[in-house]
Nanobody
Framework: QVQLVESGGGLVQAGGSLRLSCAVS????????MGWFRQAPGKEREFVAA????????YYADAVKGRFTISRDNAKNTVYLQMNGLKPEDTAVYYC???????????????WGQGTQVTVSS
């Protein structure tokens, strides 16, 4: 079983930046495509960004395209989400997950970390 630990969240003003990290253990990270998802209060979990196993392909939700960048360091077993130009509507708990690249429905996955809270003030 893969273990996932997200970190790097916090409170930031609108327009600010944060870098989230997802540390993966239990299996070799390079085996997996990875995704970031988020869940705002009262809303369903939604897809944010994905990266294939080698890092050569990425995909983003329209809401974050051009502002967020997903990357990975397989040697460090870590996936990152650089978030720039943050907006209050980005406020959510952010989760990473091992995924099938191309399948971004969070209901397909059931192995999640504890998440990291991102709060963007206006």
């Amino acid at each position: 079983q893969v273990q996932l630990v997200e970190s790097g969240g916090g409170l930031v003003q609108a327009g600010g930046s944060l870098r989230l990290s997802c540390a993966v253990s239990g299996r070799t990270l390079s085996t997996y495509a990875m995704g970031w998802f988020r869940q705002a209060p009262g809303k369903e979990r939604e897809f944010v960004a994905a990266i294939n196993w080698s890092g050569t392909n990425t995909y983003y939700a329209d809401a974050v395209k051009g502002r967020f960048t997903i990357s990975r360091d397989n040697a460090k077993n870590t996936v990152y989400l650089q978030m720039n130009g943050l907006k209050p509507e980005d406020t959510a708990v952010y989760y990473c997950a091992t995924i099938y690249y191309g399948d971004y429905d969070p209901r397909r996955y059931n192995n999640w970390g504890q998440g990291t809270q991102v709060t963007v003030s206006s």
